[in-house]
């Protein structure tokens, strides 16, 4: 079945350094690509996706990068700052019409110190 | 954009009793709607997904008679766990996904907690 591993399961990072999240997924069909924050007891915020036909996409101190060929996909967050710390969730889905199932990764939780 | 709301955002219920929780699209159509179950420290994992009047889908492993879930309109799902019992404890998030929106939303998710 679709599987996405994610690593690592938690990183911690002075403020100011760069903060890297890597994930791989199985399924080839796999067209779309988010990333997620989630704070406690909340549900998970969007912060960046990207598409199978994009190899990155860059917002501001958020990047993501795409390999297809290798099924694989980062998360690049540059000058960290204390209010990054949370949970952070890679996922793969696929786009045909409309939106089908959602996989995520196991999750990477995040601690930015000052 | 576009807004999901859950509720209710934690529950409480007595070992045997059903639970509902709502979650409903406010500024858009959602033809397709998904349920989540996530256990302390861990990922999301699908439960299930419905398409607006038609029967949900469920993933391997999740039983369809104890997670009733329900996609009456185009801006309402529902899920019922029935029966429910301590081990059902968990953390539910919906999410949905419409012709006029772009990705997925998530809602806030709602917090069970069975005594």
């Known amino acids: 079945g679709e599987n996405v591993e994610q690593h690592p399961s938690t990183l911690s990072v002075q403020e100011g350094d760069s903060a890297v999240i890597k994930c791989t997924y199985s399924d080839s069909a796999s067209n779309y690509f988010p990333w997620y924050k989630q704070e406690l007891g909340k549900g998970p915020q969007l912060i960046i996706d990207i598409r199978s036909n994009v190899g990155e996409k860059k917002d501001q101190r958020i990047a993501v990068t795409l390999n297809k060929t290798a099924k694989h996909f980062s998360l690049h967050i540059t000058e960290t700052q204390p209010e990054d710390s949370a949970v952070y969730f890679c996922a793969a889905g696929w786009f045909s019409g409309g939106y089908n199932k959602l996989i995520f990764g196991a999750g990477t939780r995040l601690a930015v110190h000052p | 954009g576009a807004v999901v709301s859950q509720h209710p955002s934690r529950v409480i219920c007595k070992s045997g009793t059903s639970v509902k929780i709502e979650c409903r699209s406010l500024?858009?159509?959602?033809?397709?709607m998904f349920w989540y179950r996530q256990f302390p420290k861990q990922s999301l994992m699908l439960m299930a997904t419905s398409n607006e009047g038609s029967k949900a889908t469920y993933e391997q492993g999740v039983e369809k008679d104890k997670f009733l879930i329900n996609h009456a309109s185009l801006t309402l799902s529902t899920l019922t766990v029935t029966s429910a019992h301590p081990e059902d404890s968990s953390f539910y998030i919906c999410?949905?996904?419409?012709?006029?929106?772009?990705?997925?939303?998530f809602g806030s998710g709602t917090r069970l907690t069975v005594v």
């Open positions: 999410s949905a996904s419409g012709a006029t929106t772009y990705g997925y939303t």
């Open positions: 500024d858009f159509q959602a033809t397709t």
